[in-house]
C-alpha cells in the first residue's frame, strides 16, 4: 500500500477552490430553482428550459476555443470573469423580477423585451462558463503533479459537488 504525497499548501488551494465554486453554484442553483418557479408563474413556462438550453451549448461550442484565448489570459482572470458571468445570467430572471413586482407597463418590460434580456443573459453566462471552467480545471492540474492529479481532481469534486445537496435544499426551504 503505497502513500500519497502531496504538497499540504496546493491541496489547501484545492480545497479553497472547491469551497469557493460551491459557495458559488450553491447561490446559482438556488437561484436557477426560484427563476424557474417565477418563469411558470409569470407566463413564461419554457424561458428557463431555453436558458439552460442555451447556457449549455454555449459553454460545450466555446470550450473549443477557449484552450486559444486562455493561452493570452490569466487563470484568475478567467475565474473571475466566468464567475461574473453567472451573476449576470441570474441578473435576466431578476429583471423579469423587476417588471413584475413593480408592474412595470411599456416597450421596457414587454414579453418579447423580457425573453430578449432573458436569452441575452442566458449566452453571456455561457460564454464565460467555458473560460470558467476551463480555468479551474487549469488551477487545479497546476496545483497537481502527475501523481496525485487524480486525488486533486477529486477533492475539488467532491467539495464542489455537494453544491447540489445544499442548492436544491435551499431553495426547496425558500419555495
Not at 93 to 111: D, I, M
Not at 154 to 162: A, E, K, L, N, Y
Amino acid at each position: 500500500m503505497s502513500t500519497q504525497q502531496y504538497d499540504k499548501s496546493s491541496l489547501n488551494k484545492v480545497l479553497y477552490l472547491g469551497i469557493c465554486f460551491m459557495t458559488m453554484s450553491t447561490a446559482i442553483v438556488s437561484a436557477q430553482n426560484l427563476l424557474s418557479q417565477l418563469y411558470s408563474q409569470l407566463g413564461f413556462a419554457y424561458l428557463g428550459k431555453i436558458c439552460l438550453f442555451i447556457i449549455f451549448t454555449m459553454r460545450g461550442i466555446l470550450s473549443v476555443i477557449t484552450t486559444h484565448v486562455m493561452k493570452k489570459v490569466s487563470i484568475k482572470l478567467g475565474i473571475v470573469v466566468g464567475a461574473f458571468t453567472q451573476i449576470i445570467t441570474i441578473c435576466g430572471g431578476t429583471f423579469l423580477a423587476f417588471c413584475n413586482k413593480y408592474q412595470v407597463e411599456g416597450p421596457l418590460c414587454s414579453s418579447g423585451t423580457v425573453v430578449l434580456v432573458n436569452l441575452f443573459c442566458a449566452t453571456i453566462g455561457g460564454t464565460g462558463a467555458a473560460f470558467l471552467w476551463f480555468s479551474q480545471s487549469t488551477y487545479v492540474n497546476a496545483c497537481a503533479d502527475d501523481k496525485n492529479k487524480g486525488f486533486f481532481n477529486g477533492i475539488f469534486w467532491s467539495v464542489f459537488q455537494t453544491a447540489q445537496l445544499w442548492g436544491s435544499s435551499l431553495a426547496a426551504f425558500i419555495l
